[in-house]
């Protein structure tokens, strides 16, 4: 199973992550960082995360991590 991980302090919410997810898995969120950005997170209990890497490769702020 894959797991996302997403530095919410470097996360400016542009929410391309949200959009191109295939699964849906990740979303904004009311939380705000320490920059006053609403932040991305991702649904931990989610177990269909196929690690395809696509959030992490359109993240312009290279705050996402894919592992597998």
């Known amino acids: 199973m894959a797991r996302i991980e997403i530095d919410e302090q470097r996360c400016k ?3 391309l992550c949200t959009i191109i997810c295939p699964k849906q898995l990740i979303i904004l969120c009311s939380k705000v960082n320490n920059l006053g ?32």
């Open 13 to 15: 919410g542009c929410g």
């Open 37 to 68: 950005y609403t932040v991305a997170v991702f649904d931990p209990s989610a177990i269909n995360c196929t690690g395809c890497t696509l959030c992490a490769e359109i993240c312009p702020d290279v705050a996402i991590k894919v592992f597998k």
